[in-house]
């Protein structure tokens, strides 16, 4: 039996994805020849990549909106450079709402003047902060939609005149929102999507080639939409399972369908945290992520029978984050609502026991 696979990512996938890709590895296409063996360059990969790209277009909204979507190597925290490379010709504005927007912020100034409009580190990021202004003079302003470590996610994002950029690498394809309202969207694949080794990017043409500065052909958004994402060699593997997840999420009924079983989820964790005397949540309760629930015991005492009940259950990946602590439970889009039922009888024990 499949553990209850409660990992922050690499996530868990859909089983009949995983099937599929495991039969692909071994014959693709009934070509008898191996998904990984293949030239990226023949034309039954060249079909994936094009498959691949016009469905995220399609699930997110933006198909003939000027919209481009690349599958890029280098994770999110490549992409924390190559906005900046791309985009930033003066000032960029960014919201530090963790160790990830941390880190984005960083590489920006690297390039040029950043202004951190506001942050959430005083309080270790246990919450989104609001009521800030954003900066009518700069090239961009860079958010992250949700915040994996932490167990954070913003429940709204700012309307601004300026181009809007979100890290959304672990809330991906799992609500619906208006993503006409960002310019750049970037996400790694591990979360929501597939395995690890691809990252999504989807950028509207008109943001690009506007700086003054030479940019690297490999970092160059411009060059990618050229090449149609086969500038260089992609991850071949990653693209193919992030295509049949995105398959799997469209034949279930998109993105509406799949919040809706996320918000169910996240219900029924969240409910048994705040019924549970033994459990206390890490987030701030208006701020509390749908993906990454974050919790911790209210007395360390609990720990070691806690810690044997969950592993009785056969559920993995709970342990939290080191500069959080506790548990961590991770609800993507492919785990099932028994799971994290598992995991709330497995609390429900915990407080029969105490």
């Known amino acids: 039996m499949k553990k209850h696979n409660f990992s922050a990512g690499p996530c868990i996938l859909p089983t009949s994805v995983i099937e599929k890709a495991a039969a692909a590895v071994l014959n693709f296409n009934d070509d008898h020849l191996s998904l990984i063996e293949i030239s990226h360059r023949s034309k039954p990969f060249v079909d994936v990549m094009e498959k691949a790209r016009k469905l995220a277009l399609e699930l997110l909204g933006l198909e003939n909106k000027g919209y481009q979507a690349l599958y890029l190597q280098g994770g999110a925290s490549l992409q924390f450079l190559m906005v900046a490379y791309n985009l930033l010709e003066k000032k960029a504005a960014y919201l530090n709402t963790g160790t990830w927007a941390n880190n984005a912020l960083k590489e920006a100034k690297i390039f040029g003047e950043t202004v951190e409009v506001a942050s959430s580190k005083d309080l270790n990021y246990s919450y989104i902060p609001k009521n800030y202004t954003i900066p009518t003079d700069v090239d961009y302003f860079h958010v992250t939609s949700n915040n994996t470590i932490f167990g954070t996610q913003m429940k709204e994002f700012p309307a601004t005149n300026v181009p809007l950029i979100c890290d959304m690498s672990s809330d991906i394809f799992s609500r619906q929102l208006d993503f006409s309202k960002f310019d750049l969207i970037y996400a790694g694949a591990q979360k929501n999507m597939g395995p690890a080794g ?31 994402s086969m500038f260089n060699t992609p991850p071949v593997f990653s693209v193919y399972v992030s295509l049949l997840t995105l398959e799997w999420l469209r034949d279930l009924g998109g993105i509406s369908f799949i919040e809706n079983v996320n918000n169910q989820k996240a219900k029924l964790l969240y409910d048994e945290i705040d019924r549970n005397p ?10 509390r992520s749908n993906m990454n ?38 609800m993507y889009n492919a785990l099932p609502l028994y799971s994290v039922q598992a995991l709330v009888d497995v609390m429900q024990e915990l407080e029969r026991r105490s």
């Open 293 to 330: 629930v974050t919790f911790n015991l209210v007395d360390e005492k609990f720990k070691t029978t806690f810690d044997t009940l969950w592993k009785e259950a056969n559920i993995s990946g709970i342990n939290g984050h080191r500069s959080v602590g506790g548990y961590r439970a991770s």
């Open 278 to 287: 033994l459990f206390v949540g890490f987030a701030a309760k208006e701020d």
């Open 198 to 228: 691809a990252t999504l990017v989807v950028v509207k043409e008109e943001l690009l080639g506007k700086v003054s500065r030479a940019i690297p052909s490999i970092l160059d958004y411009k060059v990618h939409i050229s090449k149609e």
